[in-house]
């Protein structure tokens, strides 16, 4: 009886508010359209409809049976009858609006284009390292846990600030603050919990390394950073894969299968993108659930504009514990031995640089020339 009262009450205090002025057609059907969807006493509504409501517009007959489609109850669809009669002389309510019509739809490219486009892509990615310089850049991790296992309730653990150097292709870890101190002699892979590496090409690479025999297919076209951008999912099996995850407390090493998708630019066919899962992962080992997400873009190293990473988030699951790690890759320069440590205050990654975009109607991609 209670739950009751609050509902009744609720749909009073609704009607007294809609009452303090003529209504619409439209305000009148989101209301109705409320009164159903909560399952209303239908003697109530009707007799707030004929007591509280006055129209604004012309209610018509059409859209009183529309109204009884969708539910209204008897007394209801009487009230509203009334309620039609009563505005026959007021103008009729304006048509509602039509939304945009959506982008003319881009068909996939057919499986010949598919093949010369991987292969770009593919060369492209496999020489991605080799076309990088020597450089430094300072790496801030979020470290994040949620003991609930739903995802709602994250708590950030730590906050890790480390300086990369990439030098002769390969990446090296010196941390130097967690949670704002200094530190000094502390290995990125001794920080405990859950850390990764290899976002400067070594995924990249080994997704397009053809020893790897990754399977590809046309996944859709989406707008990426407002440019034009494919999207190929893929899969890898286990006994080709590298990915590899170490769970220190039982001191074990998984090799895993994992399947995902690549962000690729249209006019540059740069991977703009990972996204990952690990799958079949063995029962009895003691994390389940591995995904990372890794976003590219362009930065600037002496003047010179490269693609390099920008964020990477490493999700894990080990029975109701959930770890979340988002990594953001700042102050790019050029690499030297001697440079000194500085610590500058690090901005957030602007949501507009790791977020999807509706696919846009742009211009077909024009083709390159041979």
Not at 83 to 107: D, F, K, Y
Not at 229 to 245: G, H, K, M, P, Q
Not at 331 to 344: D, G, H, P, V
Request: charged share 25%; proline share 6%; glycine share 4%.
């Amino acid at each position: 009886m209670a739950k009751w009262r609050v509902v009744c009450a609720f749909l009073f205090v609704t009607a007294m508010m809609l009452a303090q002025r003529p209504m619409t057609v439209a305000e009148v059907v989101s209301f109705i359209k409320s009164a159903v969807k909560q399952k209303q006493d239908d003697r109530l509504v009707a007799d707030y409809l004929l007591k509280r409501m006055k129209m604004k517009e012309r209610l018509d007959d059409q859209m009183v049976e529309e109204l009884q489609g969708l539910g209204a109850g008897p007394r209801t669809t009487s009230a509203l009858r009334k309620l039609s009669r009563e505005s026959a002389g007021m103008t009729v309510a304006p048509p509602p609006l039509v939304p945009a019509p959506p982008p003319p739809h881009q068909p996939p490219p057919n499986s010949v284009e598919r093949a010369a486009i991987l292969d770009e892509i593919r060369a492209n990615a496999l020489n991605y390292s080799n076309n990088l310089p020597n450089f430094l850049c300072t790496q801030v991790t979020r470290r994040n846990t949620d003991t609930t296992g739903t995802g709602n309730h994250w708590r950030q653990v730590d906050t890790i600030q480390e300086r990369l150097s990439f030098f002769e292709h390969k990446e090296k870890y010196e941390v130097v603050m967690v949670n704002g101190a200094m530190v000094t002699n502390r290995d990125h892979e001794k920080l405990g919990g859950a850390t990764s590496s290899g976002e400067f090409g070594s995924m990249m690479y080994d997704i397009f390394n053809p020893a790897t025999a990754t399977d590809f297919e046309w996944e859709r076209w989406t707008t990426w950073h407002g440019r034009r951008t494919y999207v190929f999912s893929f899969e890898v099996a286990r006994e080709r894969s590298r990915y590899d995850i170490y769970h220190g407390p039982s001191d074990r090493h998984v090799v895993s299968a994992y399947r995902g998708s690549i962000y690729a630019d249209v006019e540059t066919r740069n991977v703009m993108r990972i996204k990952m899962e690990c799958v079949n992962l063995p029962g009895d080992f003691p994390i389940q659930e591995v995904t990372q997400d890794l976003i590219y873009d362009n930065a600037k190293i002496a003047d010179q504009v490269f693609l390099l990473p920008l964020t990477s988030e490493l999700n894990s699951r080990e029975g109701r514990y959930l770890v979340k790690n988002v990594a953001s890759f700042h102050l790019y320069r050029k690499f030297s031995t001697e440079e000194k440590i500085t610590f500058e205050s690090i901005d957030d990654i602007p949501d507009d640089k790791t977020k999807e975009e509706p696919v846009k109607a742009d211009k077909a991609p024009v083709k390159k020339q041979p």
